[in-house]
């Protein structure tokens, strides 16, 4: 675990308003898919940040900038080069060990702790994929990049992956993908789950969480980890 100063190493725009931003840690830092930092932002202040990825000593996020708070605002302006206190990594919101089908429930940057855990999921120590699937909900078309960019590649029948998008802001016919909440997505889908033996995983808003977990329950799930952005 890291309490210490790390520098930032690289900075860019997945997205209009999502940044992607790389640290250094030491050397022989690892994580467990699905824990996350503390970033100190405009002192006194410090923020949680789930850990998309980190290796040879660095580590990187993906941050949501597009509404106005003390990390957006830091994060906007930071420069490469700059450095700040990075604490971690920290949380128990991780993979379950069971080999039951895996979905993966998030809006916005809710999907960043699902990256690498769908990533070690797709890559198992016995050789043996679990079936896993992954409903993404986003305003525009274009947010749908923080998904295509990082797993666009894996989603193949090979690797047992069904990614699925829903839009809540169609601006053309964006006839690929569904329109409206990522509750929606659950509902297309739910002939085709056996909710009582499927593990879900739901990150996101609050807002978001509640709605989703109800409408799990009430599908008959019993299996659901949550971690609340707030
Ligand atoms: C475990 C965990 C992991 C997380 N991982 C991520 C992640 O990977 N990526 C990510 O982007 N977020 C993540 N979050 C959320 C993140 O920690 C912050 O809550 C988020 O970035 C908003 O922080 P902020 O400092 O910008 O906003 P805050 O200053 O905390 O403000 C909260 C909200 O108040 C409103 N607000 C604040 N100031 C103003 C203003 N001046 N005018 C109008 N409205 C205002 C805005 O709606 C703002 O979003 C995570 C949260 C948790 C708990």
């Known amino acids: 675990m890291l309490k210490g100063e790390s520098e930032l190493l690289s900075k860019r725009n997945i997205t209009e308003n999502v940044l992607e931003l790389t640290y250094s840690v030491p050397n022989d830092l690892t994580f467990i898919p699905g824990q996350f930092m503390n970033i100190s932002v405009t002192a006194p202040y410090r923020r949680p940040y789930s850990i998309l990825d980190m290796k040879d000593g660095e580590v990187s996020f993906m941050i949501g900038v597009g509404e106005p708070g003390k990390g957006s605002d830091y994060f906007k302006e930071v420069e490469i080069g700059s450095k700040t206190t990075l604490m971690g990594p920290l949380g128990r919101f991780k993979l ?11 809006t916005g940057v809710g999907i960043v702790p699902f990256i690498p855990m769908i990533k070690e999921l797709l890559n198992p120590a016995d050789g043996v994929k679990i079936e896993t699937e992954l409903f993404f909900g986003a305003r525009f078309l274009n947010d749908t990049k923080v998904v295509t960019d990082y797993l666009g590649d894996l989603i193949t029948t090979d690797n047992n992956l069904i990614v699925m998008n829903a839009i809540t802001k169609p601006e053309h016919d964006e006839l690929d993908f569904f329109h409206g909440r990522v509750n929606v997505l659950i509902d297309s889908r739910k002939d085709n789950i056996d909710f009582r033996n499927t593990d879900f995983y739901v990150c996101g808003s609050n807002e978001m969480i509640k709605g989703v977990r109800t409408q799990l329950k009430e599908l008959g799930a019993d299996q659901i980890f949550m971690e609340n952005y707030g």
């Open 96 to 106: 379950n060990d069971s080999s039951n089908k895996k979905i993966f429930i998030a």
